[in-house]
């Protein structure tokens, strides 16, 4: 498997798991929890291809579905529940930071495969990124992870940057794809347990 196809499994995996998790946090039933997964695991890749004008492959490869329902099997199997706070349940965080960084990795590398300059592929790493969690939060009326959580989609931005000027002057390979993931994970886990925040303009409210 390419490195693309290995980041985009994983993504798949990570953010079903994840949208199982605020499924049963939300009390929704089977159907639910399954609408749920699936829309947090293929959100984002189904915009960023409409974006770059292609079929989207969550409705044209099996392989796309059989990652998303082995991951909410996986998940139902060992009862990975989180009926309070999932943002709080080092599991949840987990699976989410992981899809967050695969699917930022593969919106670059299709906005690089595309053409895009750094604006466009920064925008393909983002959507492609928090995409699917924004839509699994509005369905359920929470305050998208993305606007309230600090080093999220920052994240996602400077993976973005660091895959355009790696391509930029010739040294993208898959050991880089990988240190940059490792870096970028590391990072959101690091400024999560240790509450980093951007700069905020005004007061609190």
């Given at each position: 498997?390419?490195?693309?196809?290995?980041?985009?499994?994983?993504?798949?995996?990570?953010?079903?798991?994840?949208?199982?998790?605020?499924?049963?946090?939300?009390?929704?039933?089977?159907?639910?929890?399954?609408i749920a997964a699936f829309?947090?695991?293929?959100?984002?890749?189904?915009?960023?291809?409409?974006?770059?004008?292609?079929m989207p492959v969550a409705?044209?490869?099996?392989?796309?579905?059989?990652?998303?329902?082995?991951?909410?099997?996986?998940?139902?199997?060992?009862?990975?529940?989180?009926?309070?706070?999932?943002?709080?349940?080092?599991?949840?965080?987990?699976?989410?930071?992981?899809?967050?960084?695969?699917?930022?990795?593969?919106?670059?590398?299709?906005?690089?495969?595309?053409?895009?300059?750094?604006?466009?592929?920064?925008?393909?790493?983002?959507?492609?990124?928090?995409?699917?969690?924004?839509?699994?939060?509005?369905?359920?009326?929470?305050?998208?992870?993305?606007?309230?959580?600090?080093?999220?989609?920052?994240?996602?931005?400077?993976?973005?940057?660091?895959?355009?000027?790696?391509?930029?002057?010739?040294?993208?390979?898959?050991?880089?794809?990988?240190?940059?993931?490792?870096?970028?994970?590391?990072?959101?886990?690091?400024?999560?347990?240790?509450?980093?925040?951007?700069?905020?303009?005004?007061?609190?409210?």
């Open positions: 498997m390419t490195i693309f196809a290995v980041a985009d499994a994983l993504g798949l995996a990570s953010f079903a798991i994840s949208g199982y998790l605020m499924g049963v946090r939300k009390g929704l039933d089977l159907l639910g929890i399954l829309l947090t695991a293929l959100g984002g890749g189904v915009i960023r291809d409409v974006i770059v004008g292609r409705f044209t490869e099996t392989e796309v579905l059989l990652y998303v329902t082995a991951a909410v099997a996986l998940a139902y199997t060992f009862r990975l529940h989180a009926k309070k706070r999932p943002e709080r349940f080092a599991i949840f965080i987990l699976m989410d930071s992981m899809g967050l960084v695969a699917f930022a990795l593969t919106g670059a590398l299709v906005g690089i495969e595309s053409g895009f300059n750094i604006f466009g592929v920064m925008l393909l790493a983002f959507v492609t990124a928090v995409g699917g969690g924004m839509i699994r939060d509005i369905m359920v009326n929470e305050v998208p992870m993305v606007l309230t959580s600090d080093f999220y989609g920052t994240i996602a931005l400077l993976i973005a940057v660091s895959v355009f000027i790696c391509d930029r002057i010739g040294c993208l390979g898959n050991f880089t794809l990988v240190t940059i993931a490792a870096a970028a994970l590391a990072l959101r886990l690091i400024a999560y347990k240790r509450g980093w925040r951007l700069p905020k303009l005004g007061g609190e409210r």
